[in-house]
């Protein structure tokens, strides 16, 4: 049994069909992309799976439970986290301080307005447990710098370090690559194969950058407004026609 299955996802919005009968299955510990041209639909599916949008009909199950109408809080407690298109990181905090507040939230022992405004302390077992993933995020040298004072690529990391903080089972990445340089972007895919490989999370992949999404994920699934235009093995998905001219271009 799939670890996460969305079955015929439809969602409209003013009589458009910005999803059309979308399903898709990740396995436990797999890591599978999305991908499609803008506007293709895949934030919209994103935004119904995780629960911030409502779909119009389809079934949503995860590790066995519907959660179709849940709440989204109630989601990521059962193990589902997010990140987003656009990077959204607090200012006069470190990077360090990020990732215990994450923890924290999840384990639901602090509080959340104190730990925003840093007047929470900071235990040896918060710390030992933020050094682990500043260690895996490759983050150790930049760990009590200001969140300001850090590259667009460290960012993004810092917010797959604050996902992660929450113990996921499943991981949505929105365009973890967005704005990123080629060094940077071989870089978050290098983390994003460590975190599979050494914490055994699924992960699903949205990215606009072909060689990132060839390189760590091992089946895609490829949305062209808003329907399911191919999925299967990596490979033979980038190599499908229909892929090609909706996504890739007609001439590549």
């Keep these: 049994m799939s670890l996460f299955e969305a079955d015929q996802i439809t969602k409209k919005f003013a009589g458009i069909h910005a999803l059309n009968n ?11 992309g999305l991908i499609g041209p803008n506007g293709a ?15 119009d009909c389809g079934r949503v199950t995860f590790d066995g439970r ?22 959204e990181l607090f200012d006069g905090m470190t990077v360090r301080d990020h990732l215990i507040v994450a923890s924290r939230a999840h384990s639901r022992k602090g509080n959340l307005l104190k730990d925003l405004l840093l ?15 500043l260690d895996l995020l490759g983050l150790t040298d930049a760990a009590d710098r200001p969140i300001e004072s850090v590259t667009l690529g460290q ?49 699903v992949l949205v990215d606009h950058d072909v060689a990132t999404v060839e390189r760590v994920c091992s089946r895609l699934f490829v949305l062209d407004y808003g329907t399911v235009i191919a999925s299967g093995a990596t490979a033979e998905v980038l190599a499908d026609e229909r892929v090609r001219t909706a996504y890739l271009g007609a001439n590549a």
Excluded at 22 to 32: F, I
Excluded at 191 to 198: A, G, H, I, P, W
């Design 66 to 87: 519907d959660i179709t109408r849940m709440q989204v809080y109630r989601r990521a407690r059962l193990g589902f986290a997010r990140t987003f298109q656009r990077v």
């Design 119 to 133: 007047l929470g302390r900071t235990t040896a077992e918060e710390r030992a447990v933020s050094d682990q993933m």
């Design 41 to 55: 639909g895949k934030t919209t599916f994103f935004n119904c799976v995780n629960g911030i949008t409502k779909p």
């Design 155 to 203: 960012g993004r990391l810092v917010e797959l370090g604050r996902a992660l903080m929450t113990d996921p089972k499943l991981l949505f990445l929105d365009e973890p690559s967005s704005g990123l340089d080629e060094h940077e972007t071989i870089e978050a895919a290098n983390t994003l194969l460590r975190v599979q490989r050494e914490h055994g999370t699924a992960i």
């Design 22 to 32: 979308v399903s898709m299955s990740v396995d436990a510990g797999e890591l599978v």
